[in-house]
């Protein structure tokens, strides 16, 4: 069989741009044609402008991408500069990438834009002890000793001034840095991150008061899925205090959780039960009557059962260590322990371990062992 042949197009350099993982689009450009081939998948390329005819023409070019998954009928444009001999320009290759992996990225993410437009408006108010976050406040007497004391009652040794010395802690949502200072105060080098960049220029600007805060902790607007690939096995410890209720996907953020979390290391989470109990005082009462916090703030359809949030948490290697009730007082404005988990609740779970790695309490005995040697060295 035959087929007719076409003249001779000018020969340009080929180039390739990957647009997605696993998935690649070869082009080629002649007088602004293009050409594509993806393992099988079909790509609808339409040329909307008039062929190029030198280096100031532009070619509007629209594609159309079919893509299996989350990403079913993305379109997307593209600029593409283009000349008889000149190819894209690598700079405008990048930017399409980037911008196309951001995309890509946000489609995969445990941030919830509709919590995050409730906190944008209360990003400035982190730091009033009286006003919106309370009761955040009020809850750090009885969470920051509950995340101390058991990291110290998983290692013999630790040191007096800074007990969590040697420590990384992420904070995950760490808003304002309400958690993220006292933990910083107790010596541990902690990095916080939040999706809302106000939040995160709010605790740059606090912690910059102390000037032993800043050389501690670091923050960074930043959701955890976005810090994975840097941060494999980074960290000691993960807190996630009062964030889980929040998040779109319960299953992935655990399973963020589990990546950048060192093995052996302990996972912190404060939430709220998904119970009539929990409806009635944490909503009704809390946000309606007594307005405790903003009306809105929570919705009780994404409360966590303990029992929901332990089966995540083992089915991404984890073991779940303690739960213990919270119970909120507005009349005293404070927070004690209870059997009960029927409203508030924390738990502490720790990811398996593997052989040759570190764990908090490793660092901790590591640190304290380190400074006798170094007292010796200086009275040889």
Not at 275 to 300: C, D, F, M, N, R
Request: glycine share 6%.
């Amino acid at each position: 069989m035959s087929f007719p042949v076409s003249p001779p197009l000018p020969l340009v350099q080929p180039f390739s741009v990957v647009v997605f993982p696993e998935v690649s689009v070869d082009l080629s450009i002649a007088h602004c044609g293009l050409k594509s081939s993806s393992g099988g998948r079909e790509y609808v390329m339409k040329q909307e402008s008039e062929p190029c005819v030198d280096s100031r023409d532009h070619a509007d070019l629209s594609f159309q991408i079919g893509l299996r998954g989350t990403l079913q009928n993305y379109n997307w444009k593209i600029q593409l500069r283009c000349s008889s001999t000149l190819p894209v320009s690598v700079t405008e290759i990048k930017s399409s990438m980037l911008t196309v992996k951001r995309l890509f990225s946000a489609s995969h993410s445990s941030v919830d834009s509709k919590e995050m437009k409730k906190f944008q408006l209360l990003a400035h108010k982190w730091w009033d002890e009286e006003g919106e976050y309370s009761a955040l406040h009020s809850m750090n007497d009885i969470r920051v000793p509950f995340i101390r004391d058991t990291l110290l009652n998983m290692s013999s040794n630790y040191h007096l001034g800074n007990p969590l010395s040697g420590v990384k802690i992420l904070d995950v949502g760490c808003g304002g840095g309400l958690l993220s200072e006292p933990l910083g105060r107790l010596g541990a080098s902690v990095t916080g991150i939040d999706p809302l960049e106000d939040n995160i220029r709010t605790a740059d600007q606090h912690k910059s008061f102390d000037p032993v805060l800043a050389k501690r902790i670091q923050y960074k607007s930043s959701s955890l899925e976005e810090i994975v690939e840097e941060c494999m096995e980074t960290f000691d410890v993960i807190v996630a205090s009062e964030v889980v209720e929040h998040v779109a996907d319960l299953e992935m953020f655990i399973k963020c959780c589990s990546q950048v979390l060192k093995p052996e290391g302990s996972l912190f989470i404060t939430t709220i039960n998904k119970t009539q109990l929990s409806y009635v005082l944490g909503i009704v009462v809390a946000e309606k009557i007594i307005g405790i916090v903003p009306e809105g703030t929570h919705e009780w359809e994404k409360f966590v059962p303990p029992e929901e949030l332990e089966r995540l948490l083992e089915i991404n290697g984890f073991s779940v260590k303690t739960v213990n009730g919270m119970l909120y007082n507005p009349l005293s404005g404070s927070w004690s322990w209870m059997e009960s988990t029927s409203i508030n609740y924390a738990m502490h779970a720790v990811k398996s371990g593997a052989q040759g790695q570190s764990s908090p309490a490793d660092a901790l005995s590591e640190l304290e062992s380190e400074q006798p040697l170094a007292a010796a060295g200086t009275t040889v």
